[in-house]
């Protein structure tokens, strides 16, 4: 089975504070991807990753970016967390070609 | 614009009273669509792949089936246990190597006892 972990399931910082999110994967699949999912407004994508090092923008990167050292690490990094970055985040990885995404069970975030 | 939708926003159901969710898709040339389950406070898991019209998969009480425009997940005599939201993705046409996908909004389901 796959197995997508993530560093914590709820997490509680301050505003200012620099935040890691750690997402590891056991499957060695080369993408990687980071969403936040809000109510109302579904997933979205922040940033993936299609290899080591290697690293695309989705659909709302600002205020976040991201590493990817290892294949099986994918970390997500709030330069200076804001309360509208208080949210759920969920870390996801496929193998190409087949594309199923599998996700872990996600971080709630809070911002004070 | 490449899009996914989901309906209806919110099915409310009587345990054992079979009913269908929706999932239209305009994206051009479709390279799969996705279905996943995601209870409260948790990640996606995922369900079903589908990749071309006409294909039918099952599990348990779930069947999803896919046409050229649309996918559709019929839910037989379902159980309080199968209250979840639901959730439809189409791989991104425009990234084939990257395996993004697009997401739609969810179905949020209830079946009462």
């Known amino acids: 089975d796959v197995k997508v972990t993530q560093s914590s399931r709820y997490l509680v910082k301050r505003t200012g504070e620099k935040v890691f999110l750690e997402c590891v994967q056991d499957m060695d699949h080369e993408n990687m991807f980071w969403y936040r999912q809000d109510p109302g407004l579904g997933l979205r994508l922040i940033y993936f990753s299609y290899d080591v090092k290697m690293k695309e923008k989705g659909d709302i990167p600002e205020g976040y970016s991201v590493s990817r050292e290892k294949k099986e690490r994918f970390s997500l990094i709030l330069e200076s967390a804001s309360t509208n970055q208080t949210s759920m985040y969920l870390c996801?990885?496929?193998?190409?070609?087949?594309?199923?995404?599998?996700f872990g069970p996600g971080t709630r975030l809070l911002v004070l | 614009e490449d899009q996914v939708t989901q309906s209806p926003e919110a099915l409310r159901l009587q345990e054992g009273e079979s009913s269908s969710l929706n999932c239209s898709y305009t994206v051009s040339g479709l390279r799969g669509l996705f279905w996943y389950r995601q209870d409260p406070g948790k990640g996606p898991e995922f369900l079903f792949t589908l990749y071309s019209a006409g294909e039918e998969k099952e599990k348990e009480r779930l069947k999803a089936t896919l046409t050229k425009k649309e996918s559709f997940l019929h839910i037989t005599a379902p159980k309080p246990e199968d209250s979840a939201t639901y959730l439809c993705?189409?791989?991104?046409?425009?990234?084939?190597?990257?395996?993004?996908?697009?997401f739609g909004q969810g179905t949020t389901l209830q079946v009462k006892p």
């Open positions: 996801a990885s496929s193998f190409p070609p087949q594309k199923t995404q599998y």
């Open positions: 993705a189409v791989q991104d046409p425009g990234s084939s190597n990257t395996g993004k996908l697009i």
